[in-house]
């Protein structure tokens, strides 16, 4: 892994940033000496960022942003060029999955078009947006990383359609973007989380059947940490990773396998 000295004075983009794997990742550059921009849709939770990170050698400025609203996403990217210069890397981890269905197992013929927008907008289209204005800011410099959150769900099959074919899209996203940007000094590349403990999956140890399914695939037999992914995005993003592009690493505990 990069030594903190090589993200001093660079400048991070995180979104999904006020808890999770954008938290964990939003303290893991902050520490290894970069600036940071972290952005979400919970202010309290922002703050109290900010403030665990002062004493720490980089520092976050708390954005503020809905990654579905193209004037937000803007905002924050302009952030972080008017606070700190430019953008070195971006890390568009946000998301927000919400149930379909009584029972929230509905299959995909029982979606509505509300659903399956919600899905787009979430967990590609944002990240699309995301892009778009990164790369704008990335491209004059002649230098960037991007690291797109695919999930575990974006390489293999999974229950939900729509979050599914989302992902899916990021991984092909991720991929385009390495290959439209060839030459120009900008690095792509996506992660894919399996079951990491979080805020979202809390209530999955209390559910018997989708922890049997986890462990019963995984090699590892617990849930991820977010700190595991986190450590993963940063070295995506040094200069140890700079033959690397347009992969879509999973971090599943051997889920996939």
Known sequence: MASGSEFEGKVALITGATSGIGRATAIEFA??????VATGRRADRGRELETEASGLAGSILFVEADVTVA????????????????????????GASR?????????????????????????????????K??????????????INNASVAGVVGAGNAAYTTMKHGVVGLTRSATRQYAGEGLRFN?????????EMTAAWK???????????????????EP?????????????????????????DGGLSV
């Open 133 to 146: 204005h990164e790369i704008e800011v990335m491209l004059p410099a002649g230098h960037g990383v991007i």
């Open 71 to 94: 004037d937000d996403v803007k905002r924050m990217v302009d952030a972080a060029v008017d606070e700190f210069g430019g953008l070195d890397f971006a890390f568009n981890n946000a």
């Open 190 to 198: 996506a992660v894919c989380p399996g079951w990491i403990d979080t």
């Open 227 to 251: 700190p595991e992914v986190a450590s993963l995005v940063k070295w995506l993003c040094s200069d140890g990773a700079a033959f690397v592009d347009g992969v879509a690493w999973r971090v």
């Open 31 to 36: 520490t290894a000496g970069a600036s940071v």
């Open 99 to 131: 149930s379909l269905g009584a029972d929230g197992k509905a299959r995909l013929h029982e979606y509505t078009d509300e659903d399956w927008d919600y899905y787009s907008e979430m967990f590609l289209k944002s990240v699309w947006r995301c892009m």
């Open 206 to 224: 209390d559910d018997p059947e989708r922890s049997e399914f986890f462990f019963s695939k995984q090699s590892v037999k617990r849930p991820g």
